[in-house]
């Protein structure tokens, strides 16, 4: 299927990016998509075809090209505190634009879609690594978005066939770090990187599940084509229980003049999280994750080189 023409949606994004860069690379064609309300249009890679619209809008879908193989939908309004700004943008984003897409991958015979929902679907967890099996309870309006989402793709699965990958905290180079309200590992680095002291809220034994960007793209597009996983959820985390303090005492070691504040939390956020990975082991090729130390390095080393470029 290396030669299969590839939907990615988000593309402006910084997964959808990076996803989009990897299927180029692999030979596949790629078809790109976004509204440019979060993401950026220098990130969108050449050899796309580059669609600039909403997802949400009908008439717009309907616009895109019919001879689409395999949809990657990675947009989408992508923060748990921003979803409780305005619930019905949120919904819009993510429900509405994801209906529409299964409506067109149905008409148009689309062989499968491989959807982004997030961790938020579980709400609150015992600390232990949680299954794909958890019952589902999310806290936040961004929560009930993506399982809704994850429902629908369930209920036209035998005439779309679906991934559902339940990503938890994605990082590194190319994350967005002028939003302050998504991404707890960029916003962290992004107080960091202005010597500024951090503002952690919810408090520093709260507990996460980091997964590093090159091992999504893997992940992502080894869906493409095992048609094993079809008409599944799967976590996409790491497995690693790490706490916000062990967190902010790595970045540390990388920016040793910084220092934190514990804060109120965030309404609808998860005390902690982290992944049960037993499932994605079975079905996907994958020996081993890049490490939090690693990755924590390679997006220091790229974040400083963003900066003393936007300085020089």
Known sequence: ????????????????????????????????????????????PKGCEVHILDLAKEESVAMLPKDIEVI?????????????????????KNSISTLNLIKFGIKTKVKKIVYASSMSVYGSTHDKAISEDTPCAPLSCYGVGKYASENYLKIYQQQLPYVAFRMFNVYGPGQDLSNLRQGMVSIYLAYMLNKSHVPVKGGLGRFRDFIYIDDVVKIWLQAVENNNV??????????????????????????????????????????????????????????EFVSLSQGLKLFSEWALRQSARQTA
């Open 230 to 287: 079809n008409n599944q959820a799967f976590n996409l985390g790491t497995g690693v229980r790490t706490t916000v303090l062990e967190l902010l005492t790595q970045l540390k070691e990388i920016f040793p003049e910084t220092g934190w504040t514990e804060v109120a939390n965030t309404p609808g956020d998860q005390f902690g999280i982290y992944a049960d990975m037993t499932k994605l082991k079975q079905f996907f090729n994958i020996s």
């Open 72 to 92: 990657l939908h990675l947009a989408g309004q992508s923060s748990g505190e921003i979803s409780f700004d305005n619930p019905v943008v949120d919904l819009t």
């Open 1 to 44: 299927m290396k030669s299969s023409k590839l939907l990615i949606t988000g593309v402006a994004g910084f997964i959808g990016s990076k996803v989009a860069a990897a299927a180029l690379q692999q030979g596949y064609k790629v078809v790109g998509v976004d509204d440019l309300s979060q993401g950026y249009e220098h990130n969108i």
